[in-house]
């Protein structure tokens, strides 16, 4: 079942080490929030396909960047804004680049990292 960016967070919650790392099952990390090109109106968390961290991105700080994105404004790529809301379905995309239907289906907690598991889903 693809997740929304509410039931995103209440999975990560309940993840036990809030240091684990954070990425998809696809081996990168989550960077932003943005609209996905999918549908302008719609939430995307984007990666890059170039990027290497020097830091991994921690469960504490992937929690708090998604907490900060629901009722936040967004710019669409194209054209206006939309607010967005944390029952919205969330999609998955490299950045600047529409990467199908990808989304979030569940989540593994390995202790020391957290994998975001991901899915082709029907839009």
């Known amino acids: ?60 700080e992937f929690i708090k960047m998604c907490e900060e994105t629901i009722w936040t404004e967004f710019t669409w790529y194209k054209w206006g804004e939309y607010i967005m809301s944390g029952s919205d379905r969330l999609w998955v995309c490299e950045q600047a680049n529409y990467s199908g239907s990808l989304c979030i289906c569940w989540i593994s907690d390995k202790d020391y990292k957290i994998i975001l598991h991901t899915e082709y889903c029907e839009y």
């Open 1 to 60: 079942m693809q997740f929304t960016l509410n039931k995103l967070v209440s999975e990560l919650k309940q993840c036990s080490n809030k240091d684990a790392s954070v990425e998809f099952d696809f081996g990168r990390e989550p960077q932003r929030f943005c609209s996905w090109r999918g549908s302008y109106d719609l939430p995307a968390i984007i990666w890059w396909e170039n990027r290497i961290s020097m830091e991994p991105l921690k469960l504490s």
